[in-house]
């Protein structure tokens, strides 16, 4: 009897648990506010799983789009989420003055310290400026654009020809990544560091700049406190935190000090009327006229601004080129319309061989820039944005806002939106970019949120769809890619939106 009573109370304390676990959302999928630990349980269960990020965006479109997530009661760790864009134009453009990173931002993004990204006030504007002023700077355009086009050729296609010859599966997200950052890192600090090649090399900078994202995430979702005593203690995530920024910070120090040994043994002019080859960004940098943004002796701010920058360049390009190749790869009929206009724009007779396209080529193509677009909206790099207000407010919508409440724009949430994007937001349509007459229809920045929108929209907005449109021309025209068998394509929970488990295909030559 004894044997059995233990039995029967084991049994029911396992039908109490997991009617717990069940309960852990309201019948409508919202999750339950407990006493003292608010709705973090539902936020540790959703975390597990591998659709969290549409489970968050199917929660916040039965409400409306605007949800209060409550923290610990005593951590002041409570979120308003809101994808309504009356909201993020009112945040981003109308108050932008109140709706601020805030100083709890700087805090979790340490790793980035007084970089374009991190920093408010004058320090930003300086910084913006400056940004600004290079990143149309001819000569920076045209190193840009020149590197991009041998970087393709000369390291991207020998890639998938060793790829197609061999008859291997290829990680597309790993080769991106290895794209983009050997790119960024050319183009920011003029230095090659030949991560795209067929040894597949180990890249220490990108497993660095991994961990630092998705620890971020992280520090998002649990105390302060709590994160900064791991970190104190040097132990668990905080503790390959410190290993990765020492990784980081040793890359960009090495390049940086690079940089000026060989501006000081060579003739700044050399530099400046190079019309031919152009000027990467780090050379302007240091060698600027205007020194209100003093980078020559200034390690930490150099260190800080060059991170920043190849931070944009490397995450974002990687992860947009990642997930637009899948999406047109599960849509054939999306893959058929960009051969045609690609073919269509071909300047010269050679539409049925093997090529790399022109600038000139892409300046009009409309559906390519639609279906990259798309793609950028249904699954944005930047899955989400970080405000808090500076005083009280209330937003468009009704809803209160105190200083240090954290509101996310949530912008994978925000691409599913049926108030925002209509009935079908789920599905991946470029034509819903394209007018009438055929040309690009505009969406204004606070729906579409890719590029930020306001006083801190992207600089490098034009660049960034110039350098998809040469990857995704190339790779569409010349090659056939094919998923492996049972391949999952899920978002990792990180500050930038990778694959979790990569993109696994199997490539085939389109013309030999």
């Not at 791991?230 to 132990?235: G, H």
Request: net charge neutral; glycine share 6%.
């Amino acid at each position: 009897m004894e044997l059995l009573g233990l039995g029967l109370f084991e049994i029911a304390l396992a039908v109490l648990s997991f009617y717990c676990i069940r309960k852990l959302c309201y019948d409508d999928g919202l999750p339950w506010n407990w006493p003292l630990v608010g709705m973090i349980p539902w936020i540790i269960r959703t975390r597990i799983r591998q659709d969290a990020f549409d489970i968050g965006a199917a929660g916040l479109d039965r409400v409306g789009g605007t949800f209060l997530l409550k923290g610990l009661w005593f951590a002041n760790t409570d979120m308003l989420f809101t994808t309504h864009p009356a909201n993020v134009r009112y945040m981003l453009n109308e108050k932008y003055e109140i709706y601020q990173k805030g100083s709890e931002f700087k805090v979790i993004f340490d790793v980035l310290g007084d970089g374009i990204f991190n920093v408010e006030g004058h320090l930003w504007r300086n910084q913006r400026r400056h940004a600004q002023f290079l990143l149309n700077h001819h000569l920076f355009r045209h190193y840009l654009m020149k590197t991009s086009k041998e970087k393709i050729e000369n390291g991207l296609l020998i890639i998938m020809d060793h790829v197609v010859n061999n008859g291997h599966v290829v990680d597309m997200q790993d080769v991106f990544q290895r794209l983009s950052f050997d790119t960024t890192c050319i183009f920011v600090t003029g230095y090659d560091p030949m991560c795209l090649s067929t040894e597949f090399p180990e890249v220490p900078f990108s497993k660095a700049m991994d961990d630092v994202e998705e620890i971020i995430f992280t520090r998002h979702v649990i105390p302060q406190s709590l994160w900064k005593l791991l970190r104190w203690l040097n132990i668990g995530f905080e503790r390959k935190m410190t290993e990765a920024q020492k990784t980081l910070n040793q890359v960009v120090s090495t390049y940086i000090s690079r940089k000026r040994v060989e501006l000081r043994s060579t003739e700044v002019k050399s530099y400046k009327n190079n019309d031919e080859s152009g000027v990467d960004l780090l050379t302007l940098y240091l060698t600027e006229e205007d020194k209100s943004l003093e980078l020559e002796n200034d390690d930490k701010l150099a260190r800080d601004v060059v991170l920043n920058h190849m931070l944009a360049g490397r995450d974002t390009m990687s992860s947009a080129l990642t997930w637009f190749l899948w999406l047109v790869i599960t849509h054939p009929e999306v893959e058929a319309k960009i051969r045609e206009e690609l073919k269509a724009n071909i300047l010269h007779d050679e539409a049925q061989t093997r090529r790399l396209f022109s600038e000139e080529e892409l300046s009009d193509v409309s559906y390519l820039h639609a279906a990259l677009s798309e793609a950028l909206r249904l699954y944005p790099p930047v899955p989400f944005q970080h405000k808090e207000a500076t005083k009280a407010d209330i937003l468009p919508t009704g809803h209160h806002v105190h200083p240090k409440l954290r509101v996310m724009v949530p912008l994978y949430a925000m691409g599913r939106m049926v108030h925002v994007w209509g009935k079908d937001c789920w599905e991946f349509k470029p034509e819903r970019w394209i007018s009438d007459d055929g040309s690009t229809k505009h969406v204004p920045p606070y729906k579409f949120l890719s590029f930020n929108a306001g006083p801190r929209s992207c600089l490098g907005k034009n660049v960034a769809y110039s350098q998809l449109k040469l990857v995704a021309a190339a790779l569409i025209h010349n090659y056939n890619f094919q998923l492996v068998e049972g391949h999952v394509a899920t978002p990792t929970l990180s500050m930038i939106l990778y694959m979790k488990h990569g993109l696994k295909v199997r490539v085939q030559n389109r013309w030999f």
